[in-house]
């Protein structure tokens, strides 16, 4: 069955399958942004393609969701699978956040990624383009596919919610309804919370009854969990 997917025609379950990906694994990309400065919209549309929304084989044994390769530096756990070439070693995970975080190290690591970090990280049309000409990939239409999903899904939306500036960020928790913080969000110091705990907040992943911010006098406190 096709179906329009945000005015894009797609199959119901590719899409279906897009969203719960994005959603399970949204805060990693928008931690990784926060720390290494590659755009969470990059990111997330990486590995969507490169792990098939979790589904590949090797992602499903190997938590590699973004097709690294061992290379001479890699000393961890691998695996041999054909790809390219016959025989050729991926890397080996002990979860799918360490695969994140392995990404952005590895776009670090490598001069010919260096570029790329000059952008400024809300930049993924650069990125996608950066990539590609970097040699990440050698498919011919890799920036295509990678701007295709952010488009269509609306993956931009994960680059505006990385911690920034107090007023900025105090704008965003208004928008994401979150009233149980808006008497103090001037005294709420945006350095004190955990870049994952913010980016719960502005999903709106808790319940009502299970508020993240309490009132404790005439501040703001993270709730102990």
Not at 45 to 73: P, R
Not at 88 to 95: A, H, I
Request: proline residues 4%.
């Amino acid at each position: 069955m096709t179906v329009l997917c945000d005015g894009v025609a797609v199959a119901q379950t590719t899409c279906d399958r897009v969203r719960e990906y994005i959603e399970k694994h949204k805060e990693l990309a928008i931690e990784q942004m926060v720390m290494h400065k590659i755009p969470a919209s990059v990111t997330m549309a990486q590995a969507i393609k490169e792990s098939g929304c979790g589904n590949s084989e090797l992602a499903k044994h190997t938590n590699n969701h973004f097709g690294i390769k061992c290379h001479k530096e890699w000393g961890g756990q691998s695996i041999t699978k054909d790809d390219d070439t016959l025989n050729e070693c991926f890397r080996s995970y002990r979860s799918v956040s360490d695969s994140y975080l392995d990404h952005s190290l590895f776009l670090r690591s490598r001069p010919r990624y260096s570029s790329l970090f000059n952008l400024k990280p809300t930049d993924y049309f650069g990125w996608c383009i950066g990539l590609k000409n970097a040699g990440y990939a050698t498919a011919s239409n890799y920036t295509q596919e990678l701007l295709f999903l952010i488009e269509v899904y609306d993956l931009a939306k994960l680059d505006e919610c990385a911690p920034l500036p107090l007023n900025s960020c105090a704008h965003l928790l208004m928008n994401a309804s979150e009233r149980n913080i808006i008497e103090n969000l001037p005294k709420l110091n945006i350095e004190s919370i955990e870049k994952p705990i913010l980016a719960k907040l502005i999903f709106n992943v808790y319940k009502e009854e299970e508020p993240l911010l309490v009132k404790n006098s005439a501040t703001v406190k993270i709730a102990e969990r």
